[in-house]
């Protein structure tokens, strides 16, 4: 079933209500199976997908992990997502269930560009990262021969008009790269360079000329071979704007070489009503789960908070008699029976509160298009991060941000700036778009829609406690002068909702985090993180 314009236009007329109000989000309303359940909790009262029962409620992963590739390597599953401008870039994470996941490190430290949809793989023993980039467009490889690393500096395979690589070894053992747009590109055998120019091998199916998809935009082509087939999973119409717009497909052919043949129950996965819980639903890889059976892993839209950025989703994944395959999990609205056979390696996520004891930069914290020298800013000191001061406002400063998952959270902190200093907490979308509290010695500096819209007095001098709420994209900014005891509210509340890609471009989410401007080093102590049901 397909929606036509005016089933989606009806459909967003009758939940306009859902979209624009104060919660922002659709309700977690109950069906003849009963109420869905709420998440469980974790590290900083953040939600998990592990409800403890022997099932899971998506997302796997919550907050900004777009593009995920996934590695099954023995009884270990690792998984990475594109990291944009944020540096250091390119986290891993590890699981041994494929429900709770552990960050692993950054394998990306220098800045390369903005990264998009890499490709995690392994070969005869060694693991590869496969990059691509804008600004340069380019794609990259790095190695290492453990998955903490070190990796290896980036290699430059010249790719300029090619995104979303997918790595695929072929029947002959040859290595290739399989690019959007259904071209591929020869790899050498070490896999660092490769061998000729791409070339075109696959027409994607194409959805009904009525659908309302953002665009064709096949990319995202992964190979899975299982059971003497290649199979070839792309993602089309575009992974944003209208909600039904993003999709899966696949293809299979007995040769890595072609043809290729289209799935006949194509799109495999895809939003079809504004209503459902997950929109823009796209760009999926296979992965065999610890017990034999096969799930998928893609990304997608939580309903009313694209402030959030595309979130990791898991897919129950059912072989037919036909020799294809099809998503079992419908909306993924509801609770799924988990992955059997495997083994939790720990508790899923991590603490964003921080006593900085040590640096946590490329786990916890990452820059926003960092100078070569960035990381020389930050360190760890006495039991807070020492964070030296860099351009005049946010937009300058390469702030430090982390991942939010929840629709709802607060974070503080005690900040003590240096004479000419200027710091604060913030909200951050890009250079252009954010918003948060900051000041100096004896004002205030609102930030809103990207830019300083106001300077009123500061009563507390060079140290203070500042907090930030969003409850749902409805921001507050608190201070206090006693370190948390008591608080003033600050007289300029915010709506953040239209703080986005479809508004702004740009792929990424609207991110907590700190910053530091003007002259000398500032102080940051006792940082505090807590998600709100």
Same mark, same amino acid.
């Given at each position: ?138 794609? $990259?490889?790095? $190695? ?31 290595? $290739? ?91 495999? %996965? ?24 096969? $799930? ?171 907090? %930030? ?65």
């Amino acid at each position: 079933m397909h929606l036509n314009r005016r089933h989606i236009m009806g459909a967003a007329f009758a939940g306009s209500a859902t979209l624009l109000g104060p919660a922002g989000a659709a309700p977690r309303a109950g069906t003849a199976e009963g109420p869905v359940p709420d998440w469980k909790r974790g590290f900083d009262n953040q939600r998990i997908p592990d409800l403890g029962d022997g099932r899971f409620l998506n997302p796997l992963m919550a907050g900004d992990h777009p593009d995920p590739t996934i590695l099954k390597d023995g009884k270990d599953y690792y998984m990475t997502f594109s990291t944009f401008d944020s540096y250091p870039g390119l986290v891993i994470w590890h699981s041994r269930d494929l429900i709770n996941w552990r960050p692993v490190g950054a394998a990306l430290t220098r800045n390369i560009g903005s990264v998009w949809a890499p490709e995690l793989c392994k070969h005869k023993g060694r693991y590869y990262l496969y990059i691509p980039t804008k600004n340069p467009n380019t794609s $990259w490889v790095i $190695w290492a021969d453990k998955i903490e690393g070190p990796w290896s500096d980036p290699v430059d395979l010249k790719l300029p008009a090619h995104i979303d690589p997918g790595h695929a070894v072929g029947e002959d053992g040859s290595r $290739w790269l399989f690019l959007s747009g259904g071209d591929r590109v020869r790899l050498s055998d070490d896999g660092l360079s490769r061998i000729g120019e791409p070339e075109h091998v696959y027409d994607p199916w194409r959805y009904p000329s009525d659908w309302i998809v953002e665009g064709f935009a096949p990319e995202g082509p992964k190979i899975t071979r299982h059971n003497g087939w290649f199979y070839m999973i792309t993602a089309v119409g575009g992974t944003a704007g209208p909600p039904t717009g993003h999709m899966v497909i696949a293809a299979r052919s007995r040769s890595i070489n072609g043809p290729w043949e289209n799935c006949p129950r194509n799109p495999l %996965v895809r939003t079809t009503s504004i209503d459902e819980k997950w929109w823009s639903r796209g760009h999926a890889t296979l992965v065999e789960g610890p017990d034999g059976g096969w $799930w998928a892993v893609y990304h997608g839209f939580e309903n009313g908070y694209w402030t959030l950025g595309r979130q990791a989703l898991l897919d129950p994944v059912e072989w037919t008699a036909d020799g294809w395959f099809r998503m079992k999990g419908g909306d993924l609205s509801r609770p799924i029976a988990k992955p059997k056979g495997g083994e939790k390696a720990g508790p899923h996520g991590m603490a964003l509160s921080d006593d900085f004891s040590r640096l946590a930069i490329g786990t916890k914290w990452n820059f926003f298009k960092p100078a070569a020298d960035e990381q020389t800013r930050a360190r760890a000191e006495n039991g807070s991060l020492i964070l030296k001061g860099r351009g005049t406002a946010p937009s300058s400063s390469s702030p430090l941000l982390l991942i939010a998952g929840d629709p709802g959270y607060r974070f503080e902190c005690d900040i003590e700036i240096a004479p000419g200093g200027t710091a604060g907490l913030i909200l951050f979308y890009d250079e252009k778009l954010y918003c948060g509290l900051g000041f100096d010695e004896t004002r205030f500096v609102t930030h809103q829609y990207g830019i300083e819209r106001g300077r009123p007095a500061n009563p507390h001098g060079r140290r203070m406690r500042m907090r %930030v709420t969003n409850n749902r994209h409805i921001v507050t900014f608190d201070t206090s002068s006693d370190g948390g005891k008591t608080w003033t509210r600050f007289d300029r509340g915010m709506e953040v909702s239209g703080y986005h890609h479809n508004v702004r471009g740009g792929f990424l989410m609207l991110r907590p985090g700190l910053y530091s401007a003007g002259e000398g080093e500032t102080k940051f102590t006792n940082f505090r993180f807590e998600a709100l049901v």
